[in-house]
T-cell receptor, first 114, second 110 residues
């Protein structure tokens, strides 16, 4: 149904692990985003990429490392996370990073850090 | 002041009721406004964009009041399937990102 896919859908990792989240969009969009959604809190924008170039980084800790190899793929590399990093991580894309365009979200990866 | 604020909810309404949500925003220069809905444990999905002149899509009507810096969403003839969290989205202070409100939860009861 959605033009934005994310894998894995669920992930449990220890604090010393390294893992990566993957996002792919099939909509021909030029901008991609990572959001974090914690329980009882609004969505928090983490990173914005426009045509594979990072245009925004909202003071995200360095244990989160994004990568955008092309306009269709976006990764979020995770290492030495903390339990408070447990959340739903959502990827989104839009036609252009200009905010007049709506964003389309993937189903998210539910991450649990133990 | 938070950039985007919404009615805290939850709203519990019977089927067939009309319900309205409000959202206020702090940045008077904001240009883009949207309503998204998010079902439990699912991703947000675009419900409708909000245009300056107001717009309607079936049972849903969105209004924008720039002078008072708020947007509203009216749902008529509520259905059980309307039960969700409704997110107000406004383009933010620093240009290239959306700011999401905390959401208003709606439960439509049989």
């Amino acid at each position: 149904e959605t033009g934005v896919t994310q894998t894995p859908r669920h992930l449990v990792m220890g604090m010393t692990n390294k893992k990566s989240l993957k996002c792919e969009q099939h909509l021909g969009h030029n901008a991609m985003y990572w959001y974090k959604q914690s329980a009882k809190k609004p969505l928090e924008l983490m990173f914005v990429y426009s045509l594979e170039e990072r245009v925004e980084n909202n003071s995200v800790p360095s244990r989160f490392s994004p990568e955008c190899p092309n306009s269709s793929h976006l990764f979020l590399h995770l290492h030495t996370l903390q339990p408070e990093d447990s959340a739903l991580y959502l990827c989104a894309s839009s036609q252009d990073p200009q905010t007049t365009y709506e964003q389309y979200f993937g189903p998210g990866t539910r991450l649990t850090v133990t | 002041r938070k950039e985007v604020e919404q009615d805290p909810g939850p709203f519990n309404v019977p089927e067939g009721a009309t319900v309205a949500f409000n959202c206020t925003y702090s940045n008077s220069a904001s240009q883009s406004f949207f309503w998204y809905r998010q079902d439990c444990r699912k991703e947000p999905k675009l419900l409708m964009s909000v245009y300056s002149s107001g717009n309607e899509d079936g049972r849903f009507t969105a209004q924008l009041n720039r002078a008072s810096q708020y947007i509203s969403l009216l749902i008529r003839d509520s259905k059980l399937s309307d039960s969700a969290t409704y997110l107000c989205v406004v383009n933010g202070e620093y240009g290239q990102n959306f700011v999401f409100g905390p959401g208003t939860r709606l439960s439509v009861l049989p």
